[in-house]
């Protein structure tokens, strides 16, 4: 019994130490602060991505279906500002922001076209607003970090928060457009495409302003070489 409880004395003050430790890294390591924080976004980002997947499945939908990719490509961006070691992120991050553009361009327009009628569950409408919520937070976090340390990785990170809160927003208006009103109306429709053409108007921005100030960031390492 004494060794068995020794032991387990032992086991505890060894977690101790380690949450400690951990405790103090994430306090005090910005970079492994951040790899905590995009892990946790990125995972969350993984799953919304699959759940558009299991809507698409249920519904019939290839907006669903737009919206898995869509989703799919911003999990992949923030996993490559932590885990790929690519000279210019900011440029690779910026040219896949364009790609991310189009693949809005296709929702807004399958979001307008006659198919696009579901009435959901709202269990699945709050689901939409709950993530949207969580996204439009992280990106004013996101926002003022960037903003207070001119990181290149937290800029990326800021853009990619930016481009999900579009994305979700507009997910969340047709959404409730679809349940609680009449998306075949004229004011739905005009609805639908100012927003839309509002949200691809941000992502391009967001891609060609990245590219230019990676471009920028090449040429300065240039210069100083």
Not at 5 to 28: E, F, G
Not at 111 to 132: G, K, L, P, Q
């Amino acid at each position: 019994m004494l060794l068995k409880s020794w032991s387990l004395r032992r086991t505890s003050q060894k977690v101790k130490i380690k949450i400690n430790t951990l405790w103090k890294k994430l306090t005090s390591d910005t970079v492994f602060r951040l790899l905590v924080v995009v892990s946790f976004s990125m995972g969350w980002n993984f799953l919304y991505s699959l759940f558009q997947a299991v809507l698409a499945f249920l519904y019939q939908s290839p907006w669903h279906v737009t919206l898995f990719v869509y989703y799919m490509i911003l999990a992949f961006m923030r996993f490559s500002v932590i885990y790929l070691k690519k000279r210019n992120l900011l440029k690779y991050n910026g040219i896949a922001m364009l790609f991310l553009a189009v693949t809005m361009s296709g929702i807004v327009c399958l979001s307008i076209s006659e198919s696009r009628t579901a009435v959901y569950h709202i269990i699945i409408v709050i689901t939409i607003a709950t993530y949207t919520f969580y996204q439009t937070t992280i990106s004013i976090i996101n926002i003022i970090k960037a903003h207070k340390m001119k990181n290149s990785k937290l800029i990326i990170l800021r853009n990619i928060s930016v481009a999900s809160s579009v994305g979700s927003m507009f997910s969340l208006e047709c959404s409730m457009l679809g349940t609680f009103g009449d998306i075949r109306t004229n004011f739905a429709r005009n609805m639908e495409m100012i927003s839309g053409a509002f949200a691809v108007g941000i992502i391009l921005f967001l891609g060609f302003s990245m590219i230019k100030y990676g471009k920028m960031q090449k040429n300065v390492k240039r210069t100083v070489k």
